[in-house]
């Protein structure tokens, strides 16, 4: 059984229709990459998962368990975590004040003060600018930030959109380093990206979104090789 199902979800914006029917699956421990160019739906899928947005047929499975109507902060504390495009850091408030935030789901202070110092290890600017106001990080520590921050929910499934966005190269592969290490770890990973060279490059297996529709799927490093999807994604 998938960790993540999707089954036929349709969205619609008013009258517009978003997600035609999509239907795709994430296994325990998978990277799996869901690329597309912008307009394709890939946000609105992200937000429909986790509960910011209600589908209007179709469904959303975490653990055999449906959570289709289940509001956005109880999908956290059932072990899914999800960092929004744009990094949407607390500006005003400090890295570490920003990072007990991601923990509100947590109980056990014990637990919490041990997710902190993962979180720390695994970033260690964070660490050394955690007095800091967020507002004030640079776009690659904000998006560190950002995954930190849902890291300290302690989920099973991270869903990444757009990690890459407005980052210098060598950011950008910093971040996706952070991104497979996690993996390693033993964290499942759907990742919505629009630089999907560097998705493929990193992910066991990707589904193609285009207009609402998914029109390829496959695995990521035979996806990474098809002259159309080089053509349409890659810019080659």
Same mark, same amino acid.
């Given at each position: @059984?998938?960790?993540?199902?999707?089954?036929?979800?349709?969205?619609?914006?008013?009258?517009?229709? /978003?997600?035609?029917?999509?239907?795709?699956?994430? !296994?325990?421990?998978?990277?799996?990459?869901? *690329?597309?160019?912008?307009?394709?739906?890939?946000?609105?899928?992200?937000?429909?998962?986790?509960?910011?947005?209600?589908?209007?047929?179709?469904?959303?499975?975490?653990?055999?368990?449906?959570?289709?109507?289940?509001?956005?902060?109880?999908?956290?504390?059932?072990? @899914?975590?999800? +960092?929004?495009?744009?990094?949407?850091?607390?500006?005003?408030?400090?890295?570490? &004040?920003?990072?007990?935030?991601?923990?509100?789901?947590?109980?056990?202070? /014990?637990? *919490?003060?041990?997710?902190? $110092?993962?979180?720390?290890?695994?970033?260690?600017?964070? #660490?050394?600018? &955690? !007095?800091?106001?967020?507002?004030?990080?640079?776009?690659?520590?904000?998006?560190?930030?950002? @995954?930190?921050?849902?890291?300290?929910?302690?989920?099973? *499934? +991270?869903?990444?959109?757009?990690?890459?966005?407005?980052?210098?190269?060598?950011?950008?592969?910093? *971040?996706?380093?952070?991104?497979?290490?996690? !993996? #390693? /770890?033993?964290?499942? +990973?759907?990742?919505?990206? &629009? !630089?999907?060279?560097?998705?493929?490059?990193?992910?066991?297996?990707?589904? +193609?979104?285009?207009?609402?529709?998914?029109?390829?799927?496959?695995?990521?490093?035979?996806?990474?090789?098809?002259?159309?999807?080089?053509?349409?994604?890659?810019? $080659?």
């Amino acid at each position: @059984m998938a960790m993540l199902e999707v089954k036929d979800l349709q969205v619609f914006y008013g009258m517009i229709q /978003a997600i035609k029917g999509i239907s795709f699956e994430v !296994n325990e421990g998978e990277t799996v990459a869901l *690329i597309g160019a912008n307009g394709a739906g890939k946000t609105t899928t992200l937000h429909t998962i986790t509960g910011l947005l209600s589908p209007k047929k179709g469904s959303v499975v975490f653990e055999g368990k449906e959570i289709t109507k289940v509001p956005a902060h109880k999908i956290v504390s059932l072990g @899914m975590a999800h +960092v929004p495009e744009g990094r949407r850091v607390f500006a005003q408030l400090s890295v570490y &004040q920003n990072l007990k935030m991601g923990a509100y789901t947590r109980k056990d202070k /014990a637990e *919490i003060d041990e997710m902190l $110092e993962t979180v720390y290890k695994r970033f260690p600017r964070l #660490k050394e600018r &955690q !007095n800091q106001m967020a507002g004030t990080l640079s776009g690659g520590e904000q998006q560190m930030l950002a @995954m930190g921050r849902a890291l300290m929910s302690k989920p099973k *499934i +991270v869903l990444l959109d757009e990690p890459s966005m407005g980052l210098s190269p060598i950011l950008v592969n910093e *971040i996706f380093d952070i991104i497979q290490s996690l !993996n #390693k /770890a033993g964290t499942t +990973v759907l990742l919505v990206e &629009q !630089n999907a060279k560097k998705a493929l490059s990193i992910a066991d297996r990707a589904y +193609v979104l285009e207009t609402g529709r998914i029109v390829q799927s496959g695995d990521a490093q035979v996806l990474l090789n098809d002259e159309s999807i080089k053509k349409a994604y890659l810019g $080659e």
